[in-house]
């Protein structure tokens, strides 16, 4: 691996290092805006990370062209072994299973078959109304407690938490457990210090982890014998060509559905909120008609946040990016927060403009293989819960200063106080 020469106006920005991802997001986004500007993709070594196998370092794609050309080119930028740079340890696999986001064709492409089988547009017009009537409980909730709070915890958790919980299939009496674990899964990724804190979290994750797939696994085996309207019920009585769900497939598939799925509208909303806040110009645009301005309000904000800010690929062939060889073996990063926020694509790039059209950002991946199963059902999450929060809490807010998640993987919030 030839390491490129390390360019004198960026000696301070180091993306392989922690502490790097502990700084405030405006100063992360400032350092990607002049990362933007080098010509050939950086090269960073890493930090040993206590659960992981110690990373060789990576390549930082940065610009909107590196990562979407990469995401469309799994033949030379491959998913396998792992997206998680540095990689998992090997006995992950055998215990959690892999995971679609870890495979590419054709075994990436079998499970996508099976797992698209139970996301058809008759179980998310259902999930409409599950989401609809989980939001107003919710508020309920809310307004029972009276004005003032944490977001995250009274609202964006509970509603992601709940739809999710309702499209699966998972009894009322799991669903604290579900909830528990995702925020495990969460707190992992994020920045930690301490050698032994960093160990007692990755033992913990994996304890949490195991748990959630011998739940659905165990879901998995009731659905088979008598099966309901939910995924878990679709996806284990899929027969597509004779292709069904392993045990062990429905388990990774399930965790990353719980994980991904639960953080990113969860994030989605919380920062919607805040930013809908900072900017009441927009906001009362988006209320003006929120039929019409809904739509790309929720697209600019995933630009906006990028709620999942980077994945891993793995260099297969012998590959050049403006003037930057890969070998084979080689690891590459590519940074979905840089391009959402690349000038040579977004007029005013650090403006949020609700408006915005077209907005092709890489917030759910781009066109190709890997791109989000859920970003509809997402999307019609931030939908419903905007709707009925701005219809039963018009004066709803955020207040005080939000508290980051420090993580160099998701762009997340722990606290965002509101009032109403």
Same mark, same amino acid.
């Given at each position: 691996?030839t390491?490129? @020469?390390?360019d004198?106006s960026?000696?301070? #920005?180091d993306?392989? &290092?922690l502490?790097?991802w502990?700084? /405030?997001?405006e100063? *992360?986004?400032?350092?990607?805006?002049?990362?933007?500007q080098i010509?050939k993709?950086?090269?960073?070594?890493?930090p040993?990370v206590?659960?992981?196998r110690?990373g060789?370092?990576?390549?930082?794609?940065?610009r909107h062209?590196?990562?979407t050309d990469?995401?469309?080119?799994?033949?030379?930028?491959?998913?396998?072994?792992?997206?998680?740079?540095? @990689?998992p340890p090997r006995?992950?696999?055998? #215990?959690f299973?892999? &995971?679609?986001?870890?495979?590419d064709? /054709?075994q990436h492409? *079998?499970?996508?078959?099976?797992?698209?089988?139970?996301?058809?547009p008759?179980?998310?017009?259902?999930s409409?109304?599950d989401?609809t009537a989980?939001?107003n409980r919710i508020?309920?909730?809310v307004i029972e407690?009276g004005?003032?709070?944490?977001?995250?915890?009274?609202v964006?958790?509970?509603?992601?938490?709940g739809?999710?919980?309702?499209?699966v299939g998972?009894?009322?009496e799991?669903?604290?457990l579900?909830?528990?674990r995702?925020?495990t899964?969460a707190?992992y990724?994020?920045? *930690?210090p301490?050698?032994?804190?960093s160990?007692?979290l990755?033992a913990?994750?994996?304890?949490?982890?195991?748990?959630?797939?011998?739940?659905?696994?165990e879901l998995g085996k009731?659905?088979?014998k008598?099966?309901?309207e939910?995924v878990?019920s679709s996806?284990?009585t899929?027969?597509?060509?004779?292709?069904k769900l392993t045990?062990?497939?429905?388990g990774?598939?399930f965790?990353?559905?719980?994980?991904a799925g639960i953080n990113t509208a969860?994030n989605g909303m919380?920062?919607?909120? *805040?930013?809908l806040t900072?900017?009441?110009?927009?906001?009362?645009?988006l209320l003006s008609?929120?039929?019409r301005?809904?739509?790309?309000?929720?697209e600019?904000i995933?630009?906006?946040?990028?709620?999942g800010?980077?994945?891993?690929r793995?260099?297969?062939?012998?590959?050049e990016v403006?003037?930057?060889?890969?070998?084979?073996?080689?690891?590459?990063v590519?940074y979905?927060?840089?391009?959402n926020?690349?000038?040579?694509v977004f007029?005013?790039?650090d403006a949020?403009?609700?408006?915005?059209?077209p907005?092709?950002?890489?917030g759910f991946?781009a066109?190709?293989?890997?791109f989000?199963l859920g970003?509809?059902l997402v999307?019609?999450?931030m939908t419903?819960?905007?709707?009925e929060?701005?219809?039963?809490l018009?004066e709803i807010?955020a207040?005080?200063?939000p508290r980051?998640?420090?993580?160099?993987?998701e762009?997340?919030?722990?606290e965002?106080?509101f009032e109403?």
């Amino acid at each position: 691996m030839t390491a490129a @020469p390390v360019d004198r106006s960026i000696s301070d #920005i180091d993306l392989g &290092s922690l502490s790097f991802w502990a700084r /405030p997001h405006e100063d *992360r986004l400032a350092a990607f805006e002049r990362l933007r500007q080098i010509e050939k993709p950086m090269y960073f070594g890493e930090p040993r990370v206590p659960g992981l196998r110690s990373g060789k370092g990576f390549y930082a794609l940065v610009r909107h062209k590196e990562v979407t050309d990469a995401l469309r080119n799994p033949q030379v930028f491959s998913s396998y072994p792992s997206v998680s740079i540095p @990689p998992p340890p090997r006995w992950a696999k055998y #215990i959690f299973g892999n &995971s679609m986001v870890n495979l590419d064709d /054709p075994q990436h492409g *079998r499970l996508r078959r099976i797992i698209a089988r139970a996301f058809t547009p008759r179980m998310l017009n259902k999930s409409e109304e599950d989401v609809t009537a989980n939001v107003n409980r919710i508020i309920d909730r809310v307004i029972e407690r009276g004005p003032g709070g944490d977001f995250i915890t009274m609202v964006a958790n509970p509603v992601a938490a709940g739809v999710i919980c309702d499209m699966v299939g998972v009894p009322e009496e799991h669903r604290k457990l579900v909830i528990d674990r995702v925020h495990t899964w969460a707190d992992y990724t994020g920045v *930690r210090p301490g050698f032994l804190s960093s160990l007692r979290l990755a033992a913990k994750n994996t304890r949490g982890m195991l748990g959630l797939r011998s739940m659905v696994i165990e879901l998995g085996k009731e659905r088979r014998k008598s099966p309901k309207e939910d995924v878990i019920s679709s996806l284990v009585t899929a027969n597509i060509d004779g292709e069904k769900l392993t045990s062990m497939e429905l388990g990774a598939f399930f965790t990353l559905l719980v994980t991904a799925g639960i953080n990113t509208a969860s994030n989605g909303m919380a920062h919607g909120l *805040r930013l809908l806040t900072e900017h009441p110009e927009q906001r009362e645009l988006l209320l003006s008609d929120f039929d019409r301005h809904m739509p790309t309000t929720i697209e600019e904000i995933i630009r906006y946040v990028t709620p999942g800010m980077r994945t891993g690929r793995t260099i297969t062939t012998e590959h050049e990016v403006n003037g930057q060889r890969f070998l084979p073996g080689d690891k590459v990063v590519l940074y979905f927060l840089s391009a959402n926020r690349d000038e040579t694509v977004f007029t005013d790039p650090d403006a949020f403009d609700i408006t915005r059209d077209p907005n092709p950002h890489v917030g759910f991946g781009a066109p190709g293989i890997h791109f989000c199963l859920g970003a509809n059902l997402v999307r019609k999450e931030m939908t419903v819960a905007f709707r009925e929060l701005f219809r039963r809490l018009p004066e709803i807010r955020a207040v005080g200063k939000p508290r980051q998640l420090r993580s160099n993987f998701e762009n997340g919030l722990t606290e965002l106080r509101f009032e109403f």
